[in-house]
């Protein structure tokens, strides 16, 4: 009995594990032509802190989108006023701060201005700390698969492009 269920199993886990190391090709690639490709984009998400941000935080509480303090940091409340200007003004609504969000408030696009926001090593961290919550009791192919998973979704133009924006 034992061997018969185990049996059905091996190609399932055969396909997980290459999937798995699939996804660990790919994050790889695309960490390494992300961090060329918005040396100079405008980036601001969750977390973000800044002048910037303030910026975004003032620009959107003129125009009545903003209810908190202005404070720099770039959360919850930023998120949905960054939402329901980007809804009224027919952008994409992701919540993230980008180039043509930036363009759209005002903003301007030249630099890379986000305090925590698109280095590297904070995606990564990010993408971990998801794993870490979503996966931590499983065993390592398991967690390997939540971030092909996150980062499968980066690629695909149904969800955000950012590792942030598809956890958020």
């Not at 190609?11 to 390494?32: Q, R």
């Not at 100079?40 to 973000?48: D, F």
């Not at 949905?80 to 180039?99: C, E, S, W």
């Amino acid at each position: 009995m034992f061997n018969k269920k185990f049996g059905r199993l091996i190609p399932f886990i055969i396909i997980v594990i290459i999937y798995a190391g699939f996804g660990v090709w790919v994050y790889s690639n695309y960490t390494a032509s992300r961090v060329s490709s918005e040396a100079g984009a405008i980036l601001l998400k969750w977390g973000s802190r800044g002048s910037t941000v303030r910026e975004v935080q003032t620009r959107l509480k003129n125009w009545g989108f903003y209810k908190g303090n202005v404070d720099g940091i770039y959360g919850w409340r930023t998120a949905n006023a960054v939402k329901a200007f980007q809804r009224k003004h027919g952008l994409k609504v992701d919540g993230i701060v980008g180039n043509t969000t930036a363009r759209y408030l005002g903003i301007r696009t030249g630099t890379a201005s986000a305090g925590g926001g698109t280095s590297r090593s904070n995606e990564v961290y990010t993408l971990a700390q998801c794993v870490h919550g979503e996966a931590r009791g499983e065993p390592y192919i398991g967690q390997v698969a939540v971030a092909a998973v996150i980062l499968n979704r980066v690629d695909d133009p149904r969800f955000p492009k950012t590792i942030a924006g598809v956890i958020y």
